[in-house]
C-alpha cells in the first residue's frame, strides 16, 4: 500500500488555474460582491380549484443576456 500525500499536489493545480479566491467565503464574497444582479423575478399566480399557487422565476434569456453582456466577466 502507498501512502502518497495528495495536498501538495492539490495546491499546484489551484495555483495552475489561477483562480482569483482560493478559499469558499472569498468564492462567495466575490459572487455578492462583483457579479452583476439577475433580472427581476417574475410572479404568476394560478388558481387550481379553491387554492391559489405562486410561481416566481427568472426568465432564462434574460439571465443569459446579462452574464454574457458583462464586460466584466468577458
Not at 12 to 24: A, E, H
Not at 50 to 62: A, C, G, R, S
Request: aromatic share 14%; hydrophobic share 40%.
Amino acid at each position: 500500500m502507498y501512502d502518497i500525500d495528495l495536498t501538495k499536489y492539490w495546491v499546484k493545480v489551484v495555483d495552475m488555474l489561477g483562480l482569483s479566491y482560493k478559499l469558499v467565503n472569498q468564492l462567495n464574497s466575490i459572487i455578492d460582491t462583483k457579479l452583476p444582479g439577475l433580472p427581476p423575478f417574475q410572479q404568476k399566480v394560478l388558481g387550481i380549484g379553491d387554492k391559489e399557487f405562486v410561481f416566481y422565476w427568472h426568465d432564462i434569456l434574460e439571465c443569459i443576456q446579462s452574464l454574457y453582456g458583462n464586460p466584466k466577466l468577458a
